[in-house]
Structures are given as C-alpha cells and as structure tokens.
C-alpha cells in the first residue's frame, strides 16, 4: 500500500470533525447541592490547616452556615416558580429540579441542621481530663482500649471530621432524589451512604458494638449497591440509555426513533422487569422495609446516637424519594407488574415492624422496629400512583424526619455510669424524676402512634386516604391494624416512664447545652404545630407533588 494512499484513507477517516459541545450546567438551579458539597470540602481544608483546639468551632459554624445558605437556595428556587411552572431538568439531563426535589431537599437541609445541632453536643458526658467530650471517639484510627486511644482522650482530641462526612452525606441525599438518570441515582446513592457507614463507627462509648453495627451496615450496604448497579446494566441493555426519560419512553412503546439493537432488545421484558426489580430492591434496602431490614436494628442500636437520628431522618427522605421518581416517572408503564409486588412489601413491612417492635427491650432497637413499621405506611402512599399520593408521602417524610431526630436527641440525654442509657427498664419512674424531658419523649412516641393532634396522625390519615382514593383498600385496613399494634408499644413506654416507681440506682437526665435543647423545641414544635394546624403543609406538598417528566 502506498503511502499517498494511507494518506488518504487518513484523511477520509478524520474529515467530519465532530465539535464536543461544551456542558451546559445550571449552576443557580444546582446551587443546594453546590453549597452543601463546596462546603463538605471546605470542611476537609479545616481540618488540614486550622489548629485543633478551634476544629470543632470552625467546623459547627462552616456546617450551619452552609445548610442554612442551601436552604435559602432552595426556598429561592422553589419562590422563583421552579417547583412548578418552571421546573425542568439540569446539568444536561442529569438532574430534576421540581417540586418533589425541591420539597424533599427543603426537609433534608433542616434535619441535616439539626443533626450537626446533636453532633456538637459537648454536655452530656462528664469531663474528661478538663476537657468537654461529645459522642465520638476522640481518635477514631486508634484501636479501642488501646494505650493510643487513652492517650487521645487524655490530650482531648475530637474527632470534627464528622462534619464534613456528614455534609457529603447530605450532599449526596440532595442529589439523590432530585436524579433524573440511573447513573446519578447511582453515584448520589454512593455518595450518601459511604460517610455513614463511616460514622457509624466513631462511637466514643461501646466503640465495638459501633464498629460491628458500621461491618454490618457497610456489608449489606455493598451489597445492596451491587443489585442497584446490576439493575442500571439491565436497564441499560433494555432500553439504550441511562436517562429516565427514555426508559418511560421504551416502557411505554412511545419512543421516536428505534434503531436496530433497540429493537432487538425492547421486546425483552425479562431485561426490564429483572432490572427494575434490582434497582427497586437497593432503594428498599435504603428505606428498611422488610425484608431487607435486617441491617436497620442493629445499625441503629450501634451507631452514635447523633448519627442513627440523623440517618433514621435524613436517609429515609432521600431514598423514598428517589424511589417515587422511579416509579411515577420511569416505571408507570410497568404499574400493574409493580403495584401488587409493592403491596406484598407494604403489609409485611407495616406488619412486620409493629409485631416484632413488641418483644424489644432496648430504646433504640425499639425505634428502629418503630421506623420499618413507618416505612410501610409510607409505602401506601406510594402505592395509590395518584398526585395526592405523592404529596401524602412528601408530607409524612417532613413530618417523620422531625420526629425521629427529636426522639433520638431524647435518647441522648437519660444517662448511667456507662454512657447513655438505653435499656427500658432504666426508664422506668423517668416521668417523676425528669418530668419535662419524659412529657416531650411522650409527645413524640405519641406522633410516631399516630394519636390525633400530633403530626403522626396528619401523615397517616393523609397517606391512608391516598391509598384508598389509589384503590387500595385492603392496605389501608391492614395498616390501620399494624398501627393499633405499634400503639401498644409506645404507650407501654409511656406507662413504664409515668406510672412505675423510678430505681434508687436508676439513669439521669443530663442537662444538653441549648444545640441539643433547640433540636428537641424544633422537633416539638413541628409535631404540634403539624398535628393542630397540618393544612397549610399539606397544601404546600399538593403544590410541590407534581414530578417533572
């Protein structure tokens, strides 16, 4: 072959000079997560470069500053009509800025600001060697009991990474619901759950049981993760593409333009019904219901007080709603496959949760039974696929995320020589020693029982109703049921705080400092004011229920 001749071929093959177009990002629609996620690092830079005695006063204030700023940004957004006539996709289709985002992101933000209140918690614990210690390790690299370890307590170490992990995490659980293509889901979903399973580690007290409750949850977490990823590929090789907006269009048979390898594969429903089930199942590991809950209790009971609040709260939020954009937005097509599945799921999860809840006698496994129970009753309002389905889940997510923080800031507070106490029998007589601290513990086992005039019972008559309007019928008596069972356990713990003579070696009630005082106010607050007056909220999730497609 002749040299002019490879010449030419070369130059056939590189004439039609493809122009990469430069990406197109939004950044003012992706300004939440922008600041939550520029300060995530900011807070890595602080902990390089900032002498260690002022840390954990740069880091509080970096943390609040900045989810108070994204929170700004999302109520700007949300004013400046992006939740609903002008909501749209960002960042080259990868992301959804609706109402739904929009909504769920506004109430990840305000638990995630509560949690850094009960994170900076410094008064609970007595002083160690003159120094204020809060609920994690002072050195989390250094073996537990080891010399390395006393010798971090002893020079007053703190470990204030836990606020830059707990804003990626954040970061991530803004994305997550707000993902407009697997991929993203993907890597928000990454994003969210690696700083947790590290922060479940760092307990200060019971530093094993917190390490095992992190294997565990890193474990199932990975492979959770692994059915997800293998559901994006057969969804991928389903439909040709990642972005929601096209698998609806594959799903439904509306798609433009089929080339031959689609057509090849879209007549393949075991493609799709065996990736949409896998990616289905990594979201329902996310939100706890049965059965893959078995990492929730021990998660729960394990980790940092602090964290397992904010994670019941915050994570909850976010992997619900990335789950309704799944199924309204890409899988509708598919709702008589996935309706009757769901619904399986449903009442095994409200069931489940509620009877085994019974047998509990620890405070925290308790309410991560409490939590798997309410992850059914959410599921029913996602099951009724109408809009007020939507805005019921929406509504119920805000008003569950402030109870359970509230809750577990609760928790931190009732005290023994060995950290917090956790065993039930130690609340007994709290309501004579303490009698605020168990009136508010009541208040909030009372919204998780779903009594009237508490926020529990707004979120459960709103789901409910969605559920029967949806055709459900049958879920709603079942969930009815599992809710007079999970009654009984709350009000036993009511009973047990109020109505039995407190122990002469039984726990006290630590006075927090006024961070964790607020969160627990805020939590109250919140209840009341959604359980007397809920209409104003349920009108604001109506309006914000509508996903953009």
């Not at 890597?187 to 007290?205: N, T």
């Not at 009442?347 to 039974?369: H, S």
């Amino acid at each position: 072959m002749s040299a002019t001749a490879v010449h030419s071929l070369w130059t056939t093959a590189a004439d039609p000079i493809q122009k990469i177009d430069t990406p197109n990002i939004e950044y003012g629609q992706l300004s939440p997560t922008l600041i939550v996620i520029g300060a995530a690092v900011l807070g890595i830079l602080v902990e390089a470069f900032v002498p260690r005695k002022s840390r954990y006063y740069v880091q509080l204030f970096v943390s609040v500053v900045a989810l108070a700023a994204a929170f700004a940004a999302v109520v700007g957004l949300a004013a400046s009509g992006y939740s609903s006539t002008k909501a749209g996709i960002a960042a080259m289709g990868a992301i959804a800025v609706d109402g739904p985002a929009l909504f769920l992101q506004g109430t990840i933000l305000l638990a995630g600001v509560l949690g850094v209140f009960t994170f900076a918690e410094r008064r609970l614990d007595p002083v160690a060697h003159g120094n204020r210690v809060d609920s994690f390790a002072a050195q989390a690299a250094s073996v537990p009991g080891s010399d390395s370890e006393k010798a971090a307590v002893k020079a007053g170490f703190a470990t204030t990474e836990v606020f830059p992990l707990l804003l990626f995490a954040i970061g991530g659980m803004l994305v997550f619901p707000a993902a407009n293509d697997l991929l993203t889901l993907f890597i928000a979903l990454e994003v969210l759950s690696l700083p947790l399973y590290l922060l479940c580690a760092v307990a200060r007290r019971k530093r094993i049981m917190s390490q095992e409750a992190a294997v565990k949850y890193f474990l199932l977490g990975a492979f959770a993760s692994a059915f997800t990823l293998f559901g994006i590929a057969l969804l991928y090789g389903y439909a040709g593409s990642v972005s929601y907006a096209t698998i609806a269009q594959v799903v439904d048979g509306t798609v433009e333009t089929v080339n031959p390898a689609l057509a090849g594969t879209m007549g393949n429903d075991a493609l799709l019904l065996i990736g949409a089930a896998m990616v289905v199942m990594g979201l329902l590991f996310k939100v706890g219901a049965v059965p893959f809950h078995m990492w929730t209790p021990d998660v729960y009971q394990g980790a940092p007080t602090p964290v397992t609040g904010f994670m019941a709260a915050a994570t909850k939020v976010a992997a619900f709603g990335a789950l309704l954009r799944l199924l309204y937005v890409v899988l509708p097509g598919l709702r008589w496959d996935w309706r009757p599945v769901m619904m399986g799921v449903a009442v095994v999860t409200m069931l489940g949760g509620a009877i085994v809840a019974i047998t509990q006698t620890d405070i925290k496994r308790l309410l991560a039974y409490s939590s798997i129970a309410h992850a059914g009753f959410i599921l029913a309002g996602v099951i009724a696929t109408t809009p007020d389905g939507v805005s019921s889940v929406l509504f119920y997510l805000g008003a569950y995320s402030f109870v359970t923080i509230g809750a577990f800031a609760v928790v931190t507070l009732v005290r023994d020589a060995g950290g917090e106490a956790t065993h039930l029998s130690k609340w007994a007589g709290l309501g004579r020693r303490s009698p605020l601290v168990a009136a508010v513990f009541a208040v909030f086992l009372l919204a998780f029982a779903g009594i009237p005039l508490t926020s529990g019972f707004s979120g459960k008559f709103a789901v409910f109703k969605a559920a029967a309007e949806g055709g459900a019928g049958a879920l709603v008596v079942v969930g009815v049921i599992s809710s007079a069972i999970a009654a009984f356990f709350y009000i036993r713990v009511i009973v047990l705080m109020f109505f039995s003579e407190p122990r002469p070696e039984g726990p006290t009630v630590a006075v927090p400092s006024p961070l964790t005082m607020t969160a627990i106010a805020v939590g109250v607050a919140v209840t009341l004011v959604l359980g007397v007056a809920p209409q104003y909220f349920l009108d604001l999730a109506g309006q914000a229920g509508v996903f953009v497609r």
